[in-house]
């Protein structure tokens, strides 16, 4: 896990995003889309000042001249499927990775103090959570962490060959590292009524962290517990980068400007 994470909790996020989330190549192909779309685009436009021309008033064509035209119009129409293939290629390079998150997501982790940690992302506030995980990583644990410093969480999964059409936020099981330590197996979980509560309850919360009473069964108590205590939460914004259809990031946006993100996640496809 060495080579994919920071020495220490308090590098920089953002040399690890330039190493594995590299977009020149990107760029370079864009570019050689748009050269070839004007290129097309030249070529048709100097193709209809030639049909202009031969259709002038006293330039009307004969039978040797009317055939002369036909290889014209051959390369016009010719010009034109070359132009909507090559938008059609740079639409899909635009969409290719597109799994309904855009690049700034809302961002919930909540667990209950004595359970697991769970990581939600949502397009909006209102909208179901594109993804959804659970971390086998206790509530207390994590927190300590995020008190100690910078967290850099690591999900990864293995590349399988008979799975070649499934997103990356649709894998099921994902090897765990927080700060470079191993931490077991995260599971992917679709949002059931319990999570779905959770997430109505905090829905106002643009950002910030706290805590809510945690349900309890019998009725008795104080509020503050059932069999796993208090919930936990924080909720705040991030933003999303993709440096492929294998690796994406998402970086906690801090309101004030200042610093790097407190809590980053990065999921890669290996």
């Not at 410093?149 to 990356?168: M, N, Q, S, Y």
Request: charged share 30%; proline share 5%; with cysteine.
């Amino acid at each position: 896990m060495r080579t994919i994470m920071a020495k220490t909790p308090h590098d920089s996020s953002f040399s690890f995003s330039r190493r594995y989330f590299n977009w020149p190549k990107k760029k370079v192909e864009d570019d050689d889309d748009m050269e070839e779309i004007l290129t097309d685009s030249s070529s048709m436009h100097f193709c209809e000042e030639q049909n202009k021309e031969a259709v002038e008033p006293g330039n009307i064509p004969g039978p040797t001249q009317a055939t002369s035209m036909m290889p014209a119009r051959k390369k016009k129409s010719s010009a034109v499927s070359k132009l909507r293939s090559a938008l059609t290629v740079f639409g899909k390079s635009k969409s290719a990775y597109h799994s309904g998150l855009g690049t700034r997501v809302v961002g919930t982790l909540f667990g209950y103090r004595r359970g697991h940690v769970h990581f939600a992302f949502q397009e909006d506030a209102k909208l179901s959570p594109a993804f959804l995980i659970e971390l086998a990583t206790p509530t207390s644990v994590l927190v300590r962490e995020m008190a100690s410093g910078l967290v850099r969480i690591a999900l990864e999964c293995e590349k399988k060959t008979d799975k070649k059409g499934l997103k990356l936020l649709e894998e099921p099981v994902w090897r765990t590292y927080c700060n470079g330590k191993k931490c077991g197996y995260a599971m992917r979980r679709e949002c059931g009524p319990e999570e779905l509560k959770i997430l109505k309850a905090v829905e106002p919360i643009s950002m910030g962290a706290g805590v809510l009473p945690g349900d309890n069964e019998n009725g008795e108590g104080n509020g503050a517990g059932g069999s796993e205590g208090e919930l936990m939460y924080m909720r705040a914004r991030f933003e999303r980068v993709v440096g492929s259809k294998d690796s994406e990031a998402f970086y906690m946006m801090n309101p004030d400007c200042s610093g790097g993100p407190e809590l980053s996640v990065y999921l890669l496809r290996v």
